[in-house]
């Protein structure tokens, strides 16, 4: 890796660290504060199903704590189903469906929480989460306690709950080409999957998501991609641009990781979802330039670009649907998981198709 390149990811690296720093204590802070207000918050006595996946370190652990914590609680219908490698999320969470259950609860990273919603979709059947993964994105951005087992299992098995936008990814030139991949936080195609397929699992087990940095250095000079982009806006008129050059194109539902706001403007339960086209120029001076784009948009919780930036661009919209059709192959993921290549897809969205217990504690 040439020298610059690695000097330029240590500062990178080091602002991260400072603003998740201070994101951390705040979110500590509030936690606090709600955790206080989550003990008024009366039990719901019906069928749980806890949806786990046994490969998270501290999976056993977690479960024998849902389960302490369920018979202190008198919560006694309670049943388990672990995730397999021919069993994901999804087929759990159908399963549990069948078997009654009335709540189902995913246990897990962002991964067992997409497939589980993957099911729930739809139903109306109330989705419970206790995040035990690295990001636990979507839990963070819906306000679910992450590092709390009790105040997250308060939330899931107590009254309070809000509908959520589900974001469906369609491999158009693939052969479940009618099959939406079901996404909560953000999908995308380019750079940022890249990045993701790249990370080393157990770097990002130590420093957990700032090893997407380290990943994303190696792509920094990655090739561009162009294709066309069709994208329906709120008022459902389309507008097609051709020919368009960037580096990644995502899609999200939720816009915040932690110290960072990618997506100000994103809301889950608007019908929308937020378009973001991103690229850059002059090598590291661009990639610079977009990180103090990141940066301004954190802090003026705008979507805006940096009036000092030249050699960045970040193009958003919004829409309930959007299609890229691309010269030539690229990753696609959803929620962090890679799909593979693809040069053809549709994004699309289902208004406020999940139900999800938050901590409402009005």
């Given at each position: 890796?040439?020298?610059?390149?690695?000097?330029?990811?240590?500062?990178?690296?080091?602002?991260?660290?400072?603003?998740?720093?201070?994101?951390?204590?705040?979110?500590?802070?509030?936690?606090?504060?709600?955790?206080?207000?989550?003990?008024?918050?009366?039990?719901?006595?019906?069928?749980?199903?806890?949806i786990?996946?046994?490969?998270?370190?501290?999976?056993?652990?977690?479960r024998?704590?849902?389960?302490?914590?369920?018979?202190?609680?008198?919560?006694?219908?309670v049943?388990?189903?672990?995730?397999?490698?021919?069993?994901?999320?999804?087929?759990?969470?159908?399963?549990?469906?069948?078997?009654?259950a009335?709540?189902?609860?995913?246990?897990?990273?962002?991964?067992t929480?997409?497939?589980?919603?993957?099911a729930?979709?739809?139903?109306?059947?109330?989705?419970?989460?206790?995040?035990?993964?690295?990001?636990?994105?979507?839990?963070?951005?819906?306000?679910?306690?992450?590092?709390?087992?009790?105040?997250?299992?308060?939330?899931?098995?107590?009254?309070?709950?809000?509908?959520?936008?589900?974001?469906r990814?369609?491999?158009?030139?693939?052969?479940?080409?009618?099959?939406?991949?079901?996404f909560?936080?953000?999908?995308?195609?380019?750079?940022?999957?890249?990045?993701?397929?790249?990370?080393?699992?157990?770097?990002?087990?130590?420093?957990?998501?700032?090893?997407?940095?380290?990943?994303?250095?190696?792509?920094?000079?990655?090739?561009?991609?162009?294709?066309?982009?069709?994208?329906?806006?709120?008022?459902?008129?389309?507008?097609?641009?051709?020919?368009v050059?960037?580096?990644?194109?995502?899609?999200?539902?939720?816009?915040?990781?932690?110290?960072?706001?990618?997506?100000?403007?994103?809301?889950?339960?608007?019908?929308?979802?937020?378009?973001?086209?991103?690229?850059?120029?002059?090598?590291?001076?661009?990639?610079?330039?977009?990180?103090?784009?990141?940066?301004?948009?954190?802090?003026?919780?705008?979507?805006?670009?940096?009036?000092?930036?030249?050699?960045?661009?970040?193009?958003?919209?919004?829409?309930?649907r959007?299609?890229i059709?691309?010269?030539d192959?690229?990753?696609?993921?959803?929620?962090?998981?890679?799909?593979?290549?693809?040069?053809?897809?549709?994004?699309?969205?289902?208004?406020?198709?999940?139900?999800?217990?938050v901590?409402?504690?009005?």
């Open positions: 890796m040439p020298t610059p390149a690695i000097v330029f990811l240590c500062t990178l690296a080091g602002l991260a660290i400072v603003f998740a720093a201070v994101a951390l204590l705040m979110r500590a802070y509030k936690q606090r504060e709600f955790a206080r207000k989550l003990e008024a918050r009366d039990d719901d006595q019906v069928s749980y199903a806890f786990i996946n046994p490969s998270k370190p501290q999976a056993a652990e977690t024998k704590h849902i389960q302490a914590y369920c018979k202190a609680k008198h919560i006694r219908e049943r388990f189903i672990e995730t397999r490698l021919d069993r994901d999320g999804k087929a759990c969470a159908l399963m549990a469906l069948e078997q009654g009335q709540v189902v609860v995913a246990v897990g990273g962002d991964g929480v997409r497939t589980v919603a993957s729930l979709a739809g139903t109306g059947q109330a989705m419970g989460i206790i995040p035990i993964g690295t990001g636990n994105l979507f839990a963070r951005n819906m306000g679910i306690p992450v590092g709390n087992l009790d105040a997250a299992l308060t939330v899931a098995t107590s009254h309070g709950s809000n509908l959520v936008d589900v974001g990814m369609f491999l158009l030139d693939g052969q479940d080409k009618d099959r939406g991949h079901a909560l936080i953000i999908a995308g195609i380019g750079f940022d999957a890249l990045m993701i397929d790249d990370t080393d699992p157990n770097l990002k087990k130590t420093v957990s998501w700032l090893a997407y940095f380290i990943s994303g250095a190696k792509h920094l000079f990655a090739p561009k991609y162009t294709g066309d982009i069709s994208i329906t806006r709120p008022d459902q008129v389309t507008q097609t641009n051709t020919s050059t960037f580096r990644t194109f995502m899609a999200g539902n939720c816009g915040e990781i932690p110290g960072f706001s990618l997506m100000p403007n994103a809301s889950w339960d608007d019908g929308n979802l937020d378009f973001e086209i991103i690229d850059t120029s002059a090598g590291l001076i661009g990639w610079a330039n977009l990180f103090g784009d990141v940066m301004h948009q954190t802090i003026t919780r705008k979507a805006s670009k940096s009036p000092l930036s030249t050699n960045s661009t970040i193009v958003q919209l919004q829409g309930p959007a299609e059709k691309l010269d192959p690229a990753l696609a993921q959803v929620d962090g998981d890679i799909l593979g290549e693809t040069r053809h897809i549709a994004l699309e969205v289902e208004r406020q198709a999940l139900n999800v217990r901590p409402q504690t009005d």
